[in-house]
C-alpha cells in the first residue's frame, strides 16, 4: 500500500479514473449525434413518420449521455491545473490553447444548438431543425478533433523546442498537425460511431428478441448495419495504420504492446506474439503462442522488416513502460473485439441478403439477436483497452521524450490527492448508476408511438367537432383528406 503515500501515483490513479469514466459518454453522443443526422435526413426525405420517430426516440439517450459528459469532463480538465501544474505551465501556450478550442468551438456549439434538436420540432422550420441536429453532431465531433490534436501532440510532439523548461512553439499548424494526428483523430472517430451502432443495434436486437415493435425496430438495426458495413473493416484498416506509426515513433511502446523483451535485428523476420504472460521482473514471458514471422506482416505487409523491432531490454527499466501485462492484453481485447464487430457485421449482412431481416422473419433469428445484445458493451470496452494502450504505453513520459510524468505532477499532499480521488470514485458510482437507471427506464417505457407526426396531424377543432358541422369547403385540409 505504499502508493497511497506517493502524490503522483494517486495524481495518475485519479487522472485515469476520471478519464475512463468520462470517455463512456461522450463516445455515445459523438457517435449517435451522426445516427440522429441520417435519421432526420431520412425522415425529411421520406416523409416516412417512423424515422421521424427514430429521431425522437434515440435523442433521449443521447441527452442522457450528453448531461453526464459534460459533467464529467469538466472535472478531468480542471486536473491539468490542480495535480499537472508543472506540465500546464511547460506545454500551456500549445496544449492549452487546443483544449481551450474544444471548449469554445466544439462545447460551444453543441451545447448552442442541443436545444433546438430537442424540443424544436414543432416549433421550427424543419430545415432548421435539421440544421440544428447537423451542428449539434458537428459540434461532438469537433471535440474528438481538438482532444485527439492534444493528445497526439503529447505522443508526437512537434512544431516547437523546450527552452528553459517551456516549450516554444516556432510553428502551430505542425504542432496541431503532428504525426500522429491524423491516424489518431480518424481512429477515435470510427471508434465513437462504430461503438454508438452497436449500441443502438443491441438495444434494437433486444426490443426484437421481446417482440415489441419488430417491425420498427428492425427499421434501426437494418441502418446501423447499412452503416457499420462500411465502418467495421474501416476501423481495423485504420488501427492497422496505427499500429504502423508506434512502430516507427514509439518503440517502446511497441515493445510493452507486443510483451517483446529481445530485440529482433532489421531484415530478419520477426513472430507476433497470439498470446503470452509477461513477467517484468524476470523481463521474460512465462509462456507464450507465438505466429512466426507474423509480426513482420502485421507492421509492414512483408516478412523482413526495414527497421529493427527493439526489445524492452534495449532501454532502462526506467525508461520504458510498466504494466506490460496491461498494455498487452488491453492491445489484444481492443483487436478481438474489432474482428468480433467486422464479423457480426458479415453475418448480419448474410442473413439481410436471404431476406432473414424483414419484419415478418427477424424475430425468428434469435441467435443472432444475442449476438447483436451481447456486442452492444464492447464498444465501450474496445475504446477504454485502446485508451490504455496509447496513455500508459506512452509511460513514463506525459510529453512523450520531453517530460516525464513524475517531473510534470503537482507537489500535493498524498493525503489531500487520495480524498479528492475517494470523492471522484463516490460521485461518479452514484453518477453511473443513475445513468443505468434513466437509460434503462427509456428502453423500459420504450418509443411513443403515438407521437403527432408534424405537418400530418389532424387538427384537434377537426376531431372535436362533429361530423356535418364544417361545409366540405371549409374544413382543415388534414380533415378533408
Not at 79 to 90: L, Y
Not at 131 to 158: D, E, F, H, R
Not at 212 to 219: L, T, Y
Not at 377 to 386: F, H, K, T
Request: proline residues 5%; aromatic residues 14%; contains cysteine.
Amino acid at each position: 500500500m505504499e502508493f497511497l503515500s506517493d502524490s503522483v501515483v494517486l495524481s495518475r490513479m485519479q487522472f485515469a479514473l476520471t478519464a475512463i469514466f468520462h470517455i463512456l459518454w461522450p463516445v455515445l453522443t459523438t457517435g449517435m449525434g451522426i445516427y440522429l443526422v441520417i435519421i432526420e435526413g431520412l425522415w425529411l426525405k421520406t416523409r416516412n413518420p417512423d424515422y421521424y420517430l427514430h429521431a425522437r426516440f434515440w435523442s433521449k439517450f443521447y441527452v442522457l449521455n450528453f448531461g453526464i459528459g459534460v459533467a464529467t469532463g469538466i472535472p478531468m480538465e480542471f486536473q491539468f491545473g490542480t495535480n499537472w501544474a508543472p506540465f500546464s505551465e511547460a506545454v500551456g501556450n500549445f496544449f492549452g490553447s487546443v483544449i481551450g478550442f474544444e471548449a469554445s468551438w466544439a462545447f460551444m456549439l453543441e451545447a448552442a444548438f442541443l436545444g433546438i434538436m430537442l424540443f424544436g420540432w414543432e416549433r421550427v422550420n424543419p430545415a432548421v431543425h435539421y440544421l440544428s441536429t447537423i451542428l449539434v453532431a458537428v459540434g461532438a465531433n469537433l471535440s474528438t478533433l481538438w482532444i485527439l490534436t492534444a493528445n497526439s501532440w503529447m505522443q508526437t510532439p512537434a512544431g516547437g523546442e523546450m527552452v528553459n523548461g517551456k516549450f516554444v512553439v516556432n510553428d502551430y499548424f505542425q504542432a496541431m498537425f503532428n504525426p500522429f494526428m491524423a491516424n489518431s483523430v480518424l481512429h477515435m472517430f470510427f471508434a465513437t460511431l462504430e461503438t454508438s451502432l452497436f449500441v443502438i443495434g443491441g438495444i434494437s436486437a433486444w426490443y426484437i428478441l421481446q417482440k415489441r415493435h419488430p417491425a420498427f425496430f428492425s427499421q434501426s438495426l437494418k441502418i446501423v448495419l447499412a452503416v457499420a458495413i462500411a465502418v467495421a473493416p474501416l476501423q481495423i484498416y485504420i488501427g492497422h495504420l496505427s499500429g504502423e506509426q508506434v512502430y516507427h515513433y514509439q518503440p517502446t511502446k511497441l515493445a510493452a504492446m507486443e510483451a517483446q523483451w529481445e530485440s529482433t535485428p532489421a531484415g530478419q523476420p520477426a513472430d507476433w506474439s497470439l498470446i503470452a504472460l509477461p513477467n517484468e521482473t524476470a523481463q521474460k514471458n512465462d509462456w507464450e503462442i507465438t505466429i512466426p514471422n507474423a509480426l513482420g506482416y502485421i507492421l509492414e505487409f512483408k516478412q523482413n522488416l526495414s527497421q529493427p523491432v527493439r526489445g524492452l531490454k534495449e532501454w532502462k527499466p526506467e525508461d520504458r513502460p510498466h504494466l506490460v501485462g496491461l498494455i498487452y492484453y488491453a492491445f489484444r481485447v481492443m483487436i478481438a473485439i474489432g474482428f468480433f464487430f467486422a464479423g457480426l457485421m458479415l453475418l448480419s449482412t448474410l442473413q439481410w441478403l436471404r431476406g432473414k431481416l424483414s419484419a415478418k422473419n427477424i424475430t425468428q433469428q434469435r441467435w443472432l439477436m444475442l449476438a447483436w445484445i451481447f456486442a452492444a458493451p464492447l464498444g465501450y470496452i474496445a475504446v477504454e483497452s485502446g485508451w490504455i494502450v496509447r496513455c500508459v504505453g506512452r509511460q513514463p513520459w506525459i510529453l512523450y521524450g520531453q517530460i516525464r510524468t513524475i517531473d510534470a505532477a503537482s507537489r500535493l499532499p498524498a493525503s489531500n490527492v487520495l480524498v479528492s480521488l475517494t470523492s471522484f470514485a463516490i460521485v461518479y458510482s452514484l453518477l453511473f448508476i443513475a445513468a443505468m437507471y434513466f437509460g434503462s427506464r427509456i428502453i423500459r417505457k420504450g418509443p411513443n408511438l403515438e407521437l403527432p407526426i408534424p405537418g400530418t396531424e389532424i387538427t384537434k377543432a377537426a376531431v372535436d367537432t362533429t361530423p356535418g358541422e364544417f361545409q366540405p369547403d371549409e374544413r382543415p385540409v388534414e380533415a378533408q383528406q
